[in-house]
């Protein structure tokens, strides 16, 4: 995948989640209080948490560190998918328009 379908894609999933969830701004959590679902963390800083690693992710990618770009875009598209913000379709669709 090149750095530019890569953008593409960070660029489609950001709007995505911008449009379910606006105006929550981006914040860091810590390990220990995203470490386990049961810590009590609500859907606001969930998606703030989100937010913010999209921001970290665009930066990685500048950064050309591509090994971490793909495993924080793999999360951001399993974070996607298991809020239903998209379908497994919607994201074979994004990947095969980023390719071209």
């Not at 959590?29 to 609500?42: A, E, K, Y």
């Not at 948490?49 to 930066?59: I, P, S, T, Y």
């Not at 999360?75 to 379709?89: D, I, M």
């Amino acid at each position: 995948m090149t750095m530019l379908a890569m953008e593409s894609l960070i660029n489609f999933y950001s709007q995505r989640l911008e449009k379910r969830y606006p105006g929550e701004k981006p914040r860091q959590l810590t390990t220990s209080q995203m470490d386990h679902p049961s810590r009590g963390i609500t859907l606001e800083d969930e998606v703030a948490h989100v937010k913010f690693m999209v921001e970290e992710l665009r930066k990685s990618l500048v950064a050309n560190r591509l090994q971490v770009t793909l495993r924080w875009l793999g999360f951001l598209e399993g974070y996607l998918w298991s809020r239903g913000l998209l379908t497994l379709q919607d994201l074979i669709q994004a990947d095969e328009k980023a390719a071209r």
